[in-house]
């Protein structure tokens, strides 16, 4: 029998909300339930982002909250020699091509969904055929969707992709979810997978990061379901494993928008000062 493992992976880009109380909480419930293990990462991929004092915040609110992880803590920012083998390996089969289009969009592309708030549009290819030849300078990595899709073995193979769904996406979608890479070619495009100050997007080294701590179950918000067949297509071309996925419900603040970083009211620094008990924050996220 495998051991069920689950992670909370939060960026130290700004101070953690009840919205991350919830998902920290019912994915170490759920490891403690099935008598697995809890493991916390740090998402520092974004160096120009990330703050040494939102990750010590982290590490406080979670052992506050009751929370216990197994030590050492993975960091992104160590293991960038791990994406670029595998960005090496897709470049040898003609999977990315470089591109220059603007920072703003890049930027966009490169992080997790709800930091950015949602999806970015889908990229029109306008670098699609670049050569790497042909370049000097910046320019980020994208992955030839279409490309990707032959690399897969092509439309019919690719059909048979699916993930578990053990919550529900935004629209309840839960179950077998299966792939609909010519829609992803439409909606998605061609997704960045680096840059060069960033050596990994969210993608890819999230992907990366559950397979080499071999995480079983990863529970996040629902905001990320459009993301996670993303995931299983790049964990089908790097041959890594898929989690059973388990998208929940965000919290919102009193007018029904969802929590962003910075919402300080909703802070869990905030509500501490204001004396709230570990308790009083399961309560308010609804455990
Ligand atoms: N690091 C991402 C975030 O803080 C979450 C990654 C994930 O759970 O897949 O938004």
Not at 73 to 90: E, I, K, T, W
Not at 103 to 112: E, G, V
Not at 183 to 192: F, H, K, P, W
Not at 216 to 230: K, N
Request: proline share 6%; charged share 30%; with cysteine.
């Amino acid at each position: 029998m495998t051991t069920h493992v689950e992670r909370f992976a939060p960026s130290p880009t700004g101070p953690l909300h009840l919205g991350h109380a919830y998902s920290a909480l019912l994915a170490f419930d759920a490891a403690r339930k099935a008598k697995g293990r809890f493991l916390l990462r740090i998402e520092d991929i974004d160096t120009t982002r990330s703050r040494p004092e939102y990750e010590a915040a982290i590490h406080d609110d979670l052992a506050w909250l009751g929370i216990e992880w197994e030590e050492p803590v993975l960091r992104q920012s160590d293991r960038f020699d791990a994406y670029a083998a595998v960005l090496d390996q897709f470049r040898e089969r003609g999977l990315l091509y470089p591109c220059t289009c603007t920072r703003k969009q890049i930027a966009a592309a490169m992080s997790a969904p709800q930091e950015g708030s949602d999806m970015p549009p889908p990229y029109p290819g306008t670098c699609r055929g670049r050569s790497f030849a042909d370049m000097d300078g910046d320019y980020a990595l994208r992955l030839d969707m279409r490309k990707a899709l032959v690399s897969l073995g092509g439309a019919g193979v690719v059909k048979k992709l699916h993930f578990k769904e053990t919550g529900r996406g935004p629209n309840r979608e839960k179950g077998k979810i299966a792939l609909d890479m010519p829609a992803l070619i439409e909606t998605v495009g061609d997704i960045v997978l680096a840059r060069k100050d960033i050596p990994a997007s969210y993608h890819l080294s999230v992907i990366l990061d559950d397979a080499f701590q071999q995480i079983t179950h990863v529970t996040r918000g629902h905001d990320l379901f459009a993301a996670t067949p993303i995931h299983r297509i790049l964990q089908a071309l790097t041959g890594r494993p898929t989690p059973i996925y388990h998208h929940h419900d965000l919290i919102r603040d009193d007018t029904g928008r969802r929590l962003a970083k910075r919402d300080d009211a909703r802070a869990l620094s905030t509500l501490r000062a204001e004396g709230k008990t570990p308790a009083d924050i399961r309560e308010m996220v609804g455990l």
